[in-house]
């Protein structure tokens, strides 16, 4: 679905003017995905497809071999604090508001019909 692609699979009267991507193509994929569309949705979308694909052309064109691939605008640094053995609460304590407790865990109601 590039330009390549819609010159030579498209017909110069289907096309989006100016377009890359062609009713028919916008009809062919619509099939394939089994959508219905009409055919104000088909022009529609054919027009919304043609900037998609313009605009990831003008990142590509701007993205330069010399610049590292980021996830982050900013660079990260690792956050986690030291791990460090402090006071915590006992078991008795953390247990102390739940409605059910059995062998110091929560007790909760069974989801699964399995045997335990």
Not at 10 to 37: K, N, P, Y
Not at 58 to 65: P, S, Y
Not at 82 to 99: H, K, Y
């Amino acid at each position: 679905m590039i330009d390549e692609h819609a010159a030579s699979h498209g017909s110069a009267g289907d096309e989006v003017a100016g377009g890359a991507i062609t009713r028919d193509e916008v009809s062919h994929l619509a099939r394939l995905s089994r959508l219905a569309l009409g055919d104000d949705e088909l022009d529609h979308l054919a027009a919304q497809l043609d900037q998609i694909i313009s605009a990831v052309a003008r990142v590509q064109e701007v993205a330069a071999e010399d610049i590292p691939p980021t996830s982050h605008a900013l660079p990260l640094t690792n956050v986690y604090r030291t791990d460090e053995v402090r006071e915590c609460l006992t078991p008795e304590q953390a247990l102390s508001g739940a409605p059910a407790a059995e062998e110091q865990r929560f007790r909760v109601p069974r989801i699964l019909d399995e045997e335990a």
